[in-house]
């Protein structure tokens, strides 16, 4: 049983790009959420798709977006990349939006 | 303040030793509470899941929760080297409001 799997591992962009981050959830599961931590921090909730709607959002500006697809895998976007944006973004999933959530590897971006 | 408080360390222990690690938070409407492992460069890993208030134990950890003072612990019973991680607490209010909130974390070291 595959658990939760993110592509790409790493990625480099310069300022003013965009980027889209990949994830597959774990199998049977239909929610999917998305995070980012920065170095010695703990994750930060960026936003949680369920049903290929957005549900939940927290507090990161609209250059961040988002899309799940039918078969619940989702992306996220970043547009105008700034230097802060330089972080591990991790995707979890779970089933019907519980807590219970796993999560995937994470990607590792670079904004230089 | 931040909602979930989390001492950074570094802790560092002999092998053999119990750890306790700990979070306070602020928002008494948390009724969700987890426990994350994180090594270095990887995803959060899953420890335990609580709801209630009390202990639960699994294997060599046990999670506390006490939400009348606001208080969670993890505690680690015959550390080993392989316990050497970062130790993220994470809660959330309810299945329709499943955002988990995280603390910096701990990070641990357990030394031969």
């Known amino acids: 049983d595959a658990g939760v799997t993110q592509s790409p591992t790493h990625l480099i962009k310069t300022r003013g790009q965009q980027v889209t981050l990949r994830c597959s959830p774990k199998?049977?599961?239909?929610?999917v959420s998305w995070y980012q931590q920065a170095l010695g921090q703990g994750p930060q909730f960026i936003f949680q798709y369920y049903e290929e709607e957005e549900r939940q959002r927290g507090n990161f500006p609209d250059r961040f977006s988002g899309h799940q697809f039918p078969n619940y895998s989702s992306e996220l976007n970043v547009n105008a990349l700034l230097l802060g944006d330089s972080a591990l973004y991790l995707c979890a999933s779970s089933l019907g939006g519980t807590g219970h959530a796993f999560f995937g590897q994470g990607t590792r971006l670079t904004v230089v | 303040q931040k909602e979930v408080e989390q001492d950074p360390g570094p802790l560092s222990v002999p092998e053999g030793a119990i750890v306790s690690l700990n979070c306070t938070y602020s928002?008494?409407?948390?009724?969700?509470f987890m426990w994350y492992r994180q090594y270095s460069r990887k995803g959060p890993e899953l420890l335990m899941y609580?709801?209630?208030?009390g202990n639960k134990e699994d294997g060599r950890f046990t999670a506390q929760v006490d939400k009348s003072s606001k208080y969670i612990s993890l505690f680690i019973r015959d550390s080993q080297p392989s316990d050497s991680a970062t130790y993220l607490c994470?809660?959330?209010?309810?299945?329709?409001?499943?955002?988990?909130?995280f603390g910096t974390g701990t990070r641990l070291q357990v030394t031969l």
């Open positions: 609580t709801y209630s208030s």
């Open positions: 199998s049977g599961h239909d929610t």
């Open positions: 994470a809660m959330f209010l309810s299945s329709t409001a499943s955002k988990l909130t």
């Open positions: 928002n008494s409407a948390f009724q969700y």
